[in-house]
């Protein structure tokens, strides 16, 4: 793979395979014995093929369920695909609510394992380990174990492990919606540094802001599929026009939906 690029990924699929089992008591399973519980499929990532140069922050655009999440997942190996390929070039670290943390282990011991994960040595991890444990405020709960955490604890930790420990490449799935306000400057304020700079970002947000403010493409998705990937304001663009969810009101006026309004809002 040439040097600069980051990621590519070529013609990746995930569908889920779903049980919908609503036979939950033996009542019901007695009485369905001859109605077994129907599978469903549901196409999460639709053959996406696309590149990410190094140092780059690309954000993620779509309504809820088009795939964001099973995209980044896939991107940071957390599922394997169905069909395609990805090439990563350097190392990876997903953020959101916990992913890549045992929930078994204490604090102290998910920053040895996530430290040796990202390719640091224990004497490394022992340097940056007080460092990571005050960013995250989490000196009176650092041998706990994380499952007694809230999630914002846990998405605190997460953070302060990537900021401190610096992998190559980011993927952050809705950071600034986890955390308390404190928490939120301060992750805001980590990245107006020059935390960064030189790593490659994918970034899942809701907030046009935050896209707006620190992307230099974007994507936008809708049902599984890969509909754009470019110019930030082109994915905005497309992604508000999504929204608008035209509604007849009683006099027959076409009225916005409270959805595009909301972002449009947000935009502003
Ligand atoms: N582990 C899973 N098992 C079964 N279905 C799943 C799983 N994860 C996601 N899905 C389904 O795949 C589709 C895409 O979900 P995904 O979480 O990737 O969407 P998203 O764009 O990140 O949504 P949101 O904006 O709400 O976070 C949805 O229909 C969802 O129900």
Not at 105 to 112: G, K, V
Not at 151 to 162: E, K
Not at 193 to 208: A, D, E, F, R
Request: hydrophobic share 45%; with cysteine.
């Amino acid at each position: 793979m040439e040097n600069n690029i980051a990621i590519k990924a070529r013609n990746i699929s995930k569908t889920f395979k779903i049980s919908e089992d609503s036979h939950n008591t033996v009542k019901h399973r007695l009485f369905n014995l001859f109605n077994p519980p129907r599978t469903k499929y549901v196409p999460a990532v639709k053959s996406m093929t696309l590149e990410i140069m190094k140092g780059e922050c690309i954000g993620l655009l779509g309504r809820n369920g088009c795939g964001k999440s099973t995209l980044v997942k896939l991107l940071a190996g957390v599922y394997p695909t169905d069909s395609g390929y990805i090439n990563i070039n350097g190392s990876t670290m997903l953020m959101n609510l916990g992913v890549g943390m045992s929930h078994e282990l204490t604090a102290r011991e998910n920053i040895y394992v996530s430290g040796s994960v990202l390719g640091l040595k224990i004497k490394e991890i022992d340097a940056i380990f007080d460092e990571i444990v005050a960013f995250a405020e989490l000196e009176g709960f650092i041998d706990t174990k994380i499952k007694f955490y809230s999630s914002g604890m846990v998405a605190r930790l997460g953070f302060s492990i990537a900021v401190n420990a610096g992998a190559d490449i980011m993927f952050l799935d809705e950071i600034f919606a986890v955390g308390d306000a404190k928490f939120q400057e301060k992750a805001v304020k980590v990245f107006e540094s020059s935390w960064i700079k030189g790593k490659t970002v994918i970034l899942v947000s809701h907030s046009l802001e935050v896209i707006r403010q620190y992307c230099n493409r974007a994507a936008f998705l809708k049902n599984g599929e890969l509909k754009y990937i470019g110019d930030t304001e082109e994915a905005i663009a497309l992604y508000l026009k999504d929204n608008e969810i035209i509604v007849k009101s009683e006099s027959a006026e076409p009225v916005v939906a409270e959805e595009a309004l909301t972002a449009a809002a947000l935009s502003a």
